[in-house]
């Protein structure tokens, strides 16, 4: 299986910050991959996939680049909804996989 | 709007078995692959099972492999999984979740989900 890390676990910033989340894949994925944003007690909500389409609907604010194996999901002015735990996870080989989950934090 | 709501979870002792059904509506069912996901109390998503639209193919996660089984009925709009031999690590809520389409495994549709605890 594909095993997916995410770094940093968790991450503290303030209203407006610039903030950068990171994926590494344990082995190439090509761009098939996609982000999840998670509050508590909800389900998943898909962000982006194919690396770097932003789901409709979701805010522009959010960015997602990378390739083969390393991804990174960019916000680019932190909003108060934007705290919550992201998860990415490859659909590039059978099973999919997700990672551990980088939780967002107010400062 | 698409939904699925899951139901069936609750509290179940080790060893036990428990069924859960996810319930679709508003897309047309049959024409998609369907997952369920968990997620350990604290923890992250782990994929479980997949069935094909037409039920012919299923696959499931090796941490349940022989105590699982995924199912549907589409005249029903329903899908299940039946989960035995439960064991305190199956401790979870589970999603149903409908991928993009049968060839992209991401996820565009998820249930609110159901918990599952596995204690004595």
């Known amino acids: 299986d594909i095993q997916m890390t995410q770094s940093p676990s968790t991450l503290s910033a303030s209203l407006g910050d610039r903030v950068t989340l990171t994926c590494r894949a344990s082995q190439v994925v090509s761009s098939w991959l996609a982000w999840y944003q998670q509050k508590p007690g909800k389900a998943p909500e898909l962000l982006m996939y194919?690396?770097?389409s932003l789901e409709s609907g979701a805010p522009s604010r959010f960015s997602g680049s990378g390739s083969g194996t390393e991804f990174t999901l960019t916000i680019s002015s932190l909003q108060p909804d934007d705290f919550a735990t992201y998860y990415c996870?490859?659909?590039?080989?059978?099973?999919?996989?997700f990672g551990q989950g980088t939780k967002l934090e107010i400062k | 709007q698409v939904q699925l709501v899951e139901s069936g979870g609750g509290v179940v002792q080790p060893g036990r078995s428990l069924r859960l059904s996810c319930a679709a509506s508003?897309?047309?069912?049959?024409?998609?692959?369907m997952h369920w996901v968990r997620q350990a109390p604290g923890k992250g998503l782990e994929w479980v099972a997949v069935i094909s639209f037409d039920g012919s193919n299923k696959n499931h996660a090796d941490s349940v492999k022989g105590r699982f089984t995924i199912s549907r009925d589409n005249s029903k709009n329903t899908l299940y999984l039946q989960m035995n031999s439960l064991r305190a690590e199956d401790t979870a809520v589970y999603y149903c979740a409908r991928p993009y389409t049968s060839n992209y495994y991401y996820f565009d549709y998820w249930g609110h989900g159901t918990l599952v605890t596995v204690s004595s």
């Open positions: 194919g690396a770097s």
């Open positions: 996870q490859q659909y590039n080989s059978y099973p999919v996989t």
């Open positions: 508003e897309f047309t069912f049959s024409n998609y692959d």
